[in-house]
């Protein structure tokens, strides 16, 4: 078992849509949850992290943590074409080990206008 | 305000060549991070170094792999005798030496791309 499982998609949404992306993860010891936006040929770019469970709002973005069910999920309201990227699940621990981030493998989004 | 930079952006090598993969980290930032994307896989880490000094190379394959990261100059990732098997995208990210909060806020190049022929 994979300690980071995301669905690879391609998932496919009309401009205007709530976009719903989610990983699982399966190592308990994670405390931080990153999202990050990977536009294609280009390095991964940070759009939020939360630590342990709860929710995190930024602008048309909402991050939720569930550690009681390992579920980590991202929300766009509003979607754009400009969102159409790849976005990336990560997991870390706390303190010494926190940059050794486990990614997922990405969720290929297209908005459509 | 230049972000990470990554030479070259794509490498194509012939098996058994060496491929040098370089990175120089954000202004202010010491630590440098090198992660591994292979087709149809997540990033994976691979070394964390700061001037000087290697702090982590769990997640470097044991023969032929090796990163520095020098006083002077840009952090070098080299791969003697290339396969097929590390053609990748490779990753450097960068983080300041003093964090604000717990979480290890890494900021990535844009890749080098190494083919194998």
């Known amino acids: 078992q994979k300690e980071v499982e995301q669905d690879p998609g391609p998932l496919s949404v009309p401009e205007g849509a709530i976009v719903s992306l989610n990983c699982t993860y399966s190592n308990s010891a994670f405390q931080y949850f990153m999202w990050y936006r990977q536009y294609s040929r280009k390095g991964p770019e940070l759009l939020m992290y939360t630590y342990s469970s709860g929710n995190k709002e930024d602008g048309r973005f909402t991050a939720q943590v569930d550690k009681s069910s390992k579920y980590i999920s991202l929300f766009i309201r509003d979607s754009q074409p400009s969102d159409s990227a790849t976005y990336l699940c990560?997991?870390?621990?706390?303190?010494?080990?926190?940059?050794?981030?486990?990614f997922g493998k990405g969720t290929k989004l297209s908005v459509i206008p | 305000n230049a972000g990470v930079m990554q030479n070259p952006r794509h490498l194509v090598r012939r098996r058994g060549q060496e491929a040098r993969l370089r990175c120089s980290p954000m202004k202010g930032h010491s630590h440098v991070y090198w992660y591994r994307q292979l087709p149809e896989e997540g990033l994976k880490f691979m070394v964390y170094?700061?001037?000087?000094?290697?702090?982590?190379e769990s997640g470097m394959p044991k023969e032929r792999f090796s990163a520095e990261f020098p006083k002077e100059g840009p952090s070098i990732l080299r791969i003697q005798q290339v396969v097929r098997g590390d053609s990748a995208a490779y990753f450097c990210?960068?983080?300041?030496?003093?964090?604000?909060?717990?979480?290890?806020?890494?900021?990535f190049g844009a890749g080098s791309r190494l083919t194998v022929l």
């Open positions: 170094l700061q001037k000087e000094n290697i702090i982590d």
């Open positions: 990210a960068s983080s300041p030496p003093d964090r604000a909060s717990g979480a290890n806020v890494l900021t």
């Open positions: 990560a997991s870390s621990y706390s303190g010494a080990g926190s940059y050794q981030l486990t």
